[in-house]
């Protein structure tokens, strides 16, 4: 195996198509790989999300975690929250290279731009991904997509 880790964008990526990434994380998983979940939460919405799924994952790595006792969110009474946008797009990509996250799949453009990990942008609508110039289609099997991205970073 080419590599170790891989890390799956929750909002816009296993929520848009959670029976799809029940079989594929079961499938990186019988490849010997890491699966983190590297979202920006909250935590415990994603945690019984995947849990009511049977998605299976070894790490939940969300940007909330990591900024909230940093004392840089803001929550606003409408329970929304704010924090500085450079923080934000940056911290998956920081994640990634700190734990070796050897590919990301992800649904936002504006996050692989601080990605020196491979970074897969996902398109839920038409269930592709593209990395390297490649187009993957994740409206195959679970396995051919997972042999596809392995051969995306070789």
């Given at each position: ?21 029940r ?10 790989l890491?699966i ?26 969300c ?13 606003f009474?409408n ?68 042999t ?7």
């Amino acid at each position: 195996m080419i590599f170790k880790r891989i890390g799956i964008d929750f909002h816009g990526v296993i929520n848009y198509n959670p029976l799809f990434f029940r079989h594929f994380n079961k499938v990186v998983a019988l490849n010997g790989l890491e699966i983190h979940i590297v979202s920006g939460g909250p935590r415990e919405y994603i945690s019984q999300y995947l849990q009511e799924n049977r998605i299976l994952y070894h790490h939940l790595w969300c940007i909330l975690d990591k900024y909230v006792p940093l004392g840089v969110v803001t929550y606003f009474d409408n329970g929304k929250f704010h924090m500085d946008d450079e923080l934000w797009n940056t911290a998956k990509g920081k994640y990634c290279a700190e734990n070796d996250i050897a590919i990301m799949i992800d649904d936002s453009k504006i996050y692989g731009q601080s990605f020196v990990t491979p970074y897969c942008l996902y398109d839920n609508k038409k269930q592709l991904g593209y990395i390297n110039n490649r187009a993957i289609d994740f409206n195959q099997s679970p396995q051919q997509v997972f042999t596809s991205l392995c051969e995306a970073l070789t």
